[in-house]
């Protein structure tokens, strides 16, 4: 194959170091490989004041599935959790890294119990959002967008009195100090991917698919399909809060949902396990189950904003 590969990626300085960490593993199983970063700019790099919830699924993701189906880049990295459960005809999704840390953490000079009434924290994300006022119906939630370094300094700068992000995304900047706490899963259950990223590229790239495909983390990967079936069946894209964590452990996975209502904070939980030979299956049966307990008018309520 060619001995020189474009890998593409966002430009933040997250995704860079995200990009180049999957790198380092290709020139690990593939000494002498050359791979060039190119930065593309998505859609959600632009807008920084759309709400996500309103910006669509693919803004973090779209122009570098457009640089892939062009042939501008043989590769690109993603943050799993910004990746849309359809993919376009002709890409596939090939390898995982390794799962990180997938909870969400506190970035505040107190922890999440101690901070005063009236406290203001932000997030652009509704599932945080709506995990906050279940827990805190007395802080201010503010919407905030932009790379986490601009987030810091909104906490730093007293624009806002804290910020909640995925600790995977500190950890791989090594800014693990900032972190003020760790919240607990059973409150603040993450999104779909968080912690893991995930490599796209053409499904008749065999050369690139090859080289790639010894990455994939497999208890990640199993781990993650029950997540995505789980966000494919409900059909609601990121735009519904909604929660889901797969851990996978010897044949056991297990899979837990949250499906929330935006407009009065009501919260749905529920569970599944299985076979980790059958991630899709148990994504597909935690969905119908949360469906039959009352989620579709959560959705649906979403679906015709």
């Known amino acids: 194959m060619n001995k020189k590969i ?58 570098l599935e457009l640089a892939l189906m062009d042939h501008s880049i043989d590769l690109a990295v993603h943050s799993l959790k910004d990746v849309p459960t359809e993919i376009p005809e002709g890409l596939c999704l ?7 840390d997938p909870r969400d953490v506190l970035v505040s000079s107190s922890k999440f119990d101690a901070l005063a009434a009236g406290s203001r924290i ?22 905030i967008r932009g790379n986490i370094d601009t987030r810091l300094r909104k906490v730093d700068s007293g624009e806002v009195d804290g910020t909640i992000v995925a600790a995977a995304a500190l950890l791989r900047l090594g800014w693990g100090k900032r972190i003020t706490e760790y919240l607990p899963l ?3 259950l993450p999104a779909a991917g968080q912690g893991a990223l995930v490599i796209e590229t053409r499904i008749d790239d065999k050369d690139i698919t090859d080289l790639i495909s010894p990455l994939n983390h497999l208890p990640t990967w199993q781990s993650i399909t029950a997540e995505r079936a789980f966000l494919r069946t409900l059909d609601c894209g990121c735009r519904a809060p909604i929660a889901v964590l797969g851990t ?10 949250m ?6 904070d009501r919260i ?3 569970s599944e396990e299985g076979n980790t030979m059958s991630p899709k299956n148990i994504g597909i049966r935690l969905a119908k189950k949360m469906l039959e307990m009352g989620a579709c008018d959560f959705i649906g309520e979403v679906k015709d904003r």
């Not at 090939?94 to 990180?100: F, K, M, P, Q, Y």
């Not at 932000?122 to 919407?143: A, F």
């Not at 996978?248 to 949902?257: M, P, R, V």
């Open 6 to 63: 474009i890998a593409g990626s966002r430009g933040s300085k997250l995704a860079l170091v995200q990009t180049g960490s999957v790198i380092d593993q290709i020139r690990k199983t593939n000494p002498g490989i050359e791979v060039e970063i190119r930065e593309i700019t998505t859609t959600g790099d632009r807008d920084r004041q759309t709400h996500l919830d309103k910006i669509g699924v693919a803004a973090f993701v779209k122009e």
């Open 94 to 100: 090939i390898a995982v890294s390794e799962r990180l």
């Open 122 to 143: 932000g997030t652009g994300s509704l599932r945080r959002t709506v995990q906050i006022n279940n827990l805190r119906p007395d802080i201010e939630v503010c919407s």
């Open 186 to 188: 059973e409150h603040f």
């Open 248 to 257: 996978a452990e010897d044949s056991i996975l297990k899979l837990k949902g």
């Open 259 to 264: 499906i929330a209502d935006p407009d009065n």
């Open 268 to 270: 749905l939980i529920s």
